[in-house]
């Protein structure tokens, strides 16, 4: 069974500070996404990667994929509240499934 | 922006009813998905959908739920006989092809089982 692990579980920081949230496994996954979700809303996608290594950069978040495809990492620089949220990495396994597993989520509240 | 539409968007049913969830994917995605969340759990797949059929099932995806296509439009999740543990809140999503792409997550239904 795949399993994808997310750390920290919470986070509460000030508004202007840096954070790292991790998304680690155990199995390689063929590509990994980061979603955001609000309270009572679907998760919203943030980024698709795909090979080892990459990084992708949206305005102030950055999002890396290992080079062994089994974790992954989102970097929020200078957090604003607006970034306050539920994120999520979701993994699709390279057996040829449709689906994707998805972390157990960081809650992330930034105050002004 | 497209989007995909959930309705109703709160479904209060008796255990033991049977619920139709309903979803209009994106016009020109072609798979389909059901995802639920259990409050303060994990987004759980349950079913892929392409090409009129099952594509994948998940071990939640028991006889008791079947999705259907039944026009164009829209993609339908039933539970035939509704548990208490059946309560979450239901997503519909899609995408346009299989591989990397992301998907398009409807708003939800939360279902809740009396």
């Known amino acids: 069974t795949q399993l994808l692990e997310q750390s920290p579980q919470f986070l509460s920081i000030q508004e202007g500070e840096n954070l790292t949230v991790y998304c680690n496994s155990s199995s390689v996954f063929s590509s990994l996404q980061w979603y955001r979700q609000e309270p009572g809303e679907g998760p919203v996608l943030l980024v698709t990667?795909?090979?080892?290594?990459e990084v992708k950069k949206l305005k102030r978040l950055t999002f890396q994929f290992g080079d062994a495809r089994k974790d992954s990492s989102l970097h929020i620089t200078a957090a604003q509240p607006g970034d306050t949220g539920l994120y999520l990495c979701a993994g699709r396994g390279t057996s040829g499934t449709y689906k994707y597993i998805f972390g157990t989520g960081t809650r992330l509240k930034v105050l002004a | 922006e497209p989007e995909v539409t959930q309705t109703p968007s709160h479904q209060v049913t008796q255990m033991g009813q049977e619920v139709i969830l309903r979803c209009v994917p994106i016009s020109n995605h072609l798979y389909f998905y059901w995802y639920r969340q259990i409050l303060g759990q994990k987004v759980e797949f349950l079913v892929s959908?392409?090409?009129?059929?099952?594509?994948?099932k998940s071990e939640i995806f028991d006889d008791q739920f079947s999705v259907e296509r039944p026009d164009g439009s829209n993609f339908t999740l039933k539970i035939r006989s509704t548990k208490l543990e059946d309560s979450a809140m239901y997503f519909c999503a899609s995408s346009e092809a299989k591989g990397p792409y992301g998907y398009t997550f409807g708003s939800g239904t939360r279902l809740t089982v009396v």
């Open positions: 959908f392409y090409n009129n059929e099952i594509s994948e």
């Open positions: 990667v795909v090979t080892g290594g």
